[in-house]
T-cell receptor, first 109, second 118 residues
C-alpha cells in the first residue's frame, strides 16, 4: 500500500508570497493528483500528473517519478488560495486514490 | 466540464436508521465510481470501488453489510449506511471516472455529504 506524505502540515503566509507544498510517496504510481478542499468540504481537482510539469494560472505542479516526489507551487498567493491542499496517488486501472493528510494553507492579507 | 453531484449535501439522522446517499455523473458516463470518507482532521480514505452492473469492491476494514453500494446505471451509484451509529458520522465523498476521456486516472469529485448520526 502506498504511503503518501505531505509537508508542511500547516502553512501561514502573507499575501503575495510564493508557496511550495511537497508530496512524497513510497510505491510507483500511474498518476498523482493535487486537490483543493475548501472549508465546506467540497473537493476540486487541480492537477493530474504522470510526469514533468503542469501550469494553470498561478498554480504549478511538478513531479519527479524517479524520486517519487511532487511539488505544488502557488505564485503571488492570495487570501482566496486559503484551503487544504491534498496530494493523492493512483495505481492506475480500477484503483481508487490514496491520499496524503493535506496541507492547511492560510494566506493572510 | 465533468460534473458529479451528490444528494443530500448534509443529513442528520437518529441512531439505528438507514441513510442513502446518491452520487450522479451529470454529463458523462462512469463505469467506475469511488466512495471515500473523511473523519474530522483526517485524510480521505477509500471505502469502496463501485462498478456498474457488478458488486462493489470494499477496502479492508469496511463492512460491506453496513455500507451497501449499488451502481445500477452508468450515471448513478448509491451508498446506504444501514443502522447508522454516531461513529458513522463523517463526510462522505464520491468520485467518478469519465469513460470518454483518454486519461483513465482522471477522477471527478462530488461535493460531499456530511452525515451526522445522533
Amino acid at each position: 500500500k502506498n504511503e503518501v506524505e505531505q509537508s508542511p502540515q500547516n502553512l501561514t503566509a502573507q499575501e503575495g508570497e510564493f508557496i511550495t507544498i511537497n508530496c512524497s510517496y513510497s510505491v510507483g504510481i500511474s498518476a498523482l493528483h493535487w486537490l483543493q478542499q475548501h472549508p465546506g468540504g467540497g473537493i476540486v481537482s487541480l492537477f493530474m500528473l504522470s510526469s514533468g510539469k503542469k501550469k494553470h494560472g498561478r498554480l504549478i505542479a511538478t513531479i519527479n517519478i524517479q524520486e517519487k516526489h511532487s511539488s505544488l507551487h502557488i505564485t503571488a498567493s492570495h487570501p482566496r488560495d486559503s484551503a487544504v491542499y491534498i496530494c493523492a496517488v493512483s495505481g492506475g486501472g480500477a484503483d481508487g486514490l490514496t491520499f496524503g493528510k493535506g496541507t492547511h494553507l492560510i494566506i493572510q492579507p | 466540464g465533468a460534473v458529479v453531484s451528490q444528494h443530500p449535501s448534509w443529513v442528520i439522522c437518529k441512531s439505528g436508521t438507514s441513510v442513502k446517499i446518491e452520487c450522479r455523473s451529470l454529463d458523462f458516463q462512469a463505469t467506475t465510481m469511488f466512495w471515500y470518507r473523511q473523519f474530522p482532521k483526517q485524510s480521505l480514505m477509500l471505502m469502496a470501488t463501485s462498478n456498474e452492473g457488478s458488486k462493489a469492491t470494499y477496502e479492508q476494514g469496511v463492512e460491506k453489510d453496513k455500507f451497501l453500494i449499488n451502481h445500477a446505471s452508468l450515471t448513478l451509484s448509491t451508498l446506504t449506511v444501514t443502522s447508522a451509529h454516531p461513529e458513522d458520522s463523517s463526510f462522505y465523498i464520491c468520485s467518478a471516472r469519465d469513460l470518454g476521456t483518454g486519461a483513465p486516472d482522471t477522477q471527478y469529485f462530488g461535493p460531499g455529504t456530511r452525515l451526522t448520526v445522533l
